[in-house]
Structures are given as structure tokens and as C-alpha cells.
């Protein structure tokens, strides 16, 4: 079975400083992760996702996840945070059930940006 | 990018009629479509997975014979919620992925469809 835990509901940052996002998963197989944002009144975006190809996974808009399999963990991260970041943020683990690739969501994060 | 909508966005309904909801990807073909419930200042709830041609497999607590899903085509999914309370009210989300299928996939999303029941 399958979860994901994503540590923080809330990360308040300032703009400019950098943004850190926890996600830990566990999984019984080499699961698939990514990383969602949801602004409001908008569908859910994918910023990056981690196929294996690479530990360190670049995704749009500057984010970007490392993927520590001893520590089970694939953080978000972030250099200097816009006041446009201000989301949701959902880390997703997938894992093959039956045939199909079950999705399970994180509690989600919300990213609060001061000026 | 790939783009999956939703029809309606919005809908109010009276209680115990029923509401039928559309996902479509426009510019793919989606062998799984996943239909979810978000509740305000929640997480995404999976409620079912949709392939096409087949049944569709439900989550645990999830009655299927209140939320009834189509998949009809690569296409289009629906999902019907019948005889509406209003503790059926949430927004309800739609995701697709391609025919290539496969773990790392990823879904592309709708934009959700507001559901009221009064």
C-alpha cells in the first residue's frame, strides 16, 4: 500500500526567500511521485515529476524536487519564492494496482508569500 | 499541453435530482480518467478510476450506484450523481492520462465543477 505525507499544512515565506516544501511517501514498489499546484479557481497543474531518470527533478516555474530514497522523501524546493507561488501545493505517489496507476494525494501544502 | 475540461463548472441543483458531469480530454486520447472530491481546504479524494470499455473501479466508501461513471470513449467520462443531497455538494474533479499509459504518467486535470445541492 501506498502514502504520502506531506508535513506541513501551512509554509509562510517572504518574497525573495527560498520556499521548502516536505513530502515523504512509502510504497511498495519504485513508485512514481509528483508534484501538484492548485491556484485558486484554477485546475491542478503538474510543476515536476520523478521518473528515475534523475535524483534531482527540475519542474516549471523554478521548483524543484530531489528524490532521497533512503529517507523516502521527495522535497520541493524552491531559490527565491514569487507572490505568484501562492498555492496549493499536492505531492502525489503512484504506484501499478491491478492493472492501473493509482494516484494518492497528499494532504496538500499551502504556500503563504509575504512582500 | 495536454487539455482535459469539465462541463459544467457550476451547477445548483434541488435535492434528489440528479447531476450529470463531463470530463474530455480535447487533445488526447485517455485510457484512465479518475474522478475525485475536494472538500474546501482539503485534499484531492479519489473516488474512482474510469477505463474506458470497462466498469468502473471505486474506492472503498464510495457507493457506486450514487455516483455513476461512464467512460464511453478515449475521450469523454461522466459522472452522474444521483438523487442529490446536499452533502453531495463539493467540487468534483476530473484528471486523464494518455493512451501511452504507464508510472510515470502523469494526469492532466479539469478544472472542476462546482456542485451545490439546496
Known amino acids: 500500500a501506498q502514502s504520502v505525507t506531506q508535513l506541513d499544512s501551512h509554509v509562510s515565506v517572504s518574497e525573495g526567500t527560498p520556499v521548502l516544501l516536505r513530502c515523504n511517501y512509502s510504497?511498495?514498489?519504485?513508485?512514481?511521485l509528483f508534484w501538484y499546484v492548485q491556484h485558486p479557481n484554477k485546475g491542478l497543474q503538474l510543476l515536476l515529476k520523478y521518473t528515475s531518470a534523475a535524483t534531482l527533478v527540475k519542474g516549471i516555474n523554478g521548483f524543484e524536487a530531489e528524490f532521497k530514497k533512503s529517507e523516502t522523501s521527495f522535497h520541493l524546493t524552491k531559490p527565491s519564492a514569487h507572490m505568484s507561488d501562492a498555492a496549493e501545493y499536492f505531492c502525489v505517489v503512484s504506484e501499478e494496482s491491478g492493472g492501473s496507476y493509482i494516484p494518492t494525494f497528499g494532504r496538500g501544502t499551502s504556500l503563504i508569500v509575504h512582500p | 499541453g495536454a487539455v482535459v475540461s469539465q462541463h459544467p463548472s457550476r451547477v445548483i441543483c434541488k435535492s434528489g435530482t440528479s447531476v450529470k458531469i463531463e470530463c474530455r480530454s480535447l487533445d488526447f486520447q485517455a485510457t484512465t480518467m479518475f474522478w475525485y472530491r475536494q472538500f474546501p481546504k482539503q485534499s484531492l479524494m479519489l473516488m474512482a478510476t474510469s477505463n474506458e470499455g470497462s466498469k468502473a473501479t471505486y474506492e472503498q466508501g464510495v457507493e457506486k450506484d450514487k455516483f455513476l461513471i461512464n467512460h464511453a470513449s478515449l475521450t469523454l467520462s461522466t459522472l452522474t450523481v444521483t438523487s442529490a443531497h446536499p452533502e453531495d455538494s463539493s467540487f468534483y474533479i476530473c484528471?486523464?492520462?494518455?493512451?501511452?499509459?504507464?508510472?510515470?504518467?502523469?494526469?492532466?486535470f479539469g478544472p472542476g465543477t462546482r456542485l451545490t445541492v439546496l
Open positions: 484528471s486523464a492520462s494518455p493512451l501511452a499509459g504507464g508510472l510515470y504518467n502523469e494526469q492532466f
Open positions: 510504497s511498495s514498489y519504485s513508485p512514481s
